[in-house]
């Protein structure tokens, strides 16, 4: 029916009658022009309008902005709009509308616009899943201190920050690793080379950062899964207590101011204590100042004490009002919690998928990393006795995608130190001092070979842009 309207957060109208192309964000027309202007550098406007088609390619960008090219068939751009902000708030359905008959006596010479085919496409940039190692050694333990390293030394999760005020430039002086061995969490330093060596005095064992504590008895069994963060001019380290029974909660310690080395005594973070039902591990923080993205993210996994599932969810970080703790609260569930589209719209961002795939039965670790304005979620995901690195990927932190079509990023090697498995990813933008053409992303996990456990690194350069 003529009355019949469509309300759209996006849509280009092209009307002949009007000799009018409009892009309109909600009800605000954000650019326009005439279909005569774009026809007039090669025939007349009308003939140009019904002799040749005209491709319209809106394109709707994950960090938030959408740009709409006005070109001939054979890719020749007529008009194009600068980046306009745009965020989608919701998952995106596409319509289209028109009517069959022109209803203006007037404009004969302008029959009714006849569309040929409409293309959906969805692409992930930066093809996340093209990610590479540059050793073929674990970088964590290896010959540096070997007097340090037990033969059977095994090394869980570990996690890797770096100052703020010039992120991987000088890596000597400015980065630590935090890592876990024997239920407690030690210090690395890096080196030139990309690999690391723990932080001690070369006659001396190495430092323990933070250990089982029976004065405090949701960590009186072990301290694992540790997650360093630059924050404030402190380290701050996020970590996985584990009490007498068995129960995890997340945990959080500050270092001293300077980012020194010797931590207070580390306290709770309130709603991710442990309770009768369920269990938290594997704390990652983000930190952002994106608009679509919350400023300050915790992704955990969780695990039903009863029947053992898991799945990784997200948190939103404050600080408790009148004590240095802080609290952590769930992000907006929106009802939909499995669209068959694939996208996901609610806290848990990810859950163990069905059949064959290789997080078929547990996922863990999840890793948290901005790449030009996407989230990153890498994730370690187990199909019987294997560990393999998956990827998820989202725009604002509640809309997700699986990268990939839902295969590991980054599997086992059949031989070396990572020949069975590989798990706890640490993901880092790392911003090479001659600016941000040479930025790279470094993925930090643990390797198996069936015997122990080391860290080791891959790689990917963001060629082209900021790493934001």
Known sequence: ARSSRVGAALSVVVSPS????????????????????LGASEESASSFVLARPIEYVLGVQPEGTMTLDVRT??????????????????????AVWGRSTNPDPGAAERPPLAMQSLVVEHALCDAPTAIERPFSESILPNAEDPAFWQPAS?????????????????????????????ERIYL????????????????????????PSD???????????????????????????????????????????????????????????????LDFDGPDHLASDRPFIPSRLLAVRTSERATGRTAIALFT???????????????TNL????????????????????????????????????????LRLYYAGRRGTR???????????????????????????????????VADPDAVVMTDASGVARSTLRLYYTGSDGRTESVGLAAQPILDGSPR
Not at 32 to 37: E, F, I, K, N, Q
Not at 154 to 182: C, D, H, Q, V
Not at 317 to 331: D, M, P
């Open 317 to 331: 970080l404050a600080a408790t009002s009148g004590s240095t703790t802080e609290t952590a609260t769930r992000t």
């Open 154 to 182: 095994s090394i869980g999760s570990s996690s890797t920050a770096w100052t703020p005020n010039t992120p991987g430039r000088t890596p000597t002086l400015l980065g630590r690793m935090a890592f876990e061995m024997g």
């Open 335 to 374: 009802q939909l919690p499995q669209e068959p589209s694939g996208l996901r719209t609610s806290d848990i961002v990810h859950e163990p998928t069905s059949g064959l795939g290789f997080d078929a039965d547990e996922v863990a670790s999840p890793s948290l990393v901005i790449v030009r304005d996407v």
């Open 215 to 277: 004065a405090l008895p949701w960590m009186q069994r072990a301290v694992l899964e540790p997650e360093l963060v630059a924050e404030g001019g402190r380290w701050v380290l996020y970590f996985v207590g584990v009490a007498n029974d068995g129960k995890r909660s997340i945990g959080r310690a500050v270092g001293d101011p300077g980012f020194g080395e010797v931590f207070s005594t580390p306290a709770q973070v309130v709603g991710l204590e442990a309770s009768e039902t």
């Open 73 to 94: 068939t054979d890719g020749t751009s007529l008009a194009s709009t600068e980046p306009i902000a745009f965020a989608a708030t919701s998952a995106v359905q596409v």
């Open 387 to 421: 560990w393999s690195i998956g990827l998820r990927v989202s725009p604002d932190g509640v809309h997700w995608l699986e990268a990939g079509s839902g295969a590991a990023v980054l599997g086992a090697t059949g031989r070396g130190f990572d020949a069975l498995s």
């Open 18 to 37: 009007l000799d009018e192309v409009r892009l309109v964000v909600g009800d605000v027309v954000a650019w326009r022009t005439s279909l005569s202007a």
């Open 188 to 211: 690395a330093r890096p080196l030139e080379d990309g690999r690391f060596r723990p932080v001690q005095d070369s006659l001396a064992a190495a430092p323990i950062v933070l250990g």
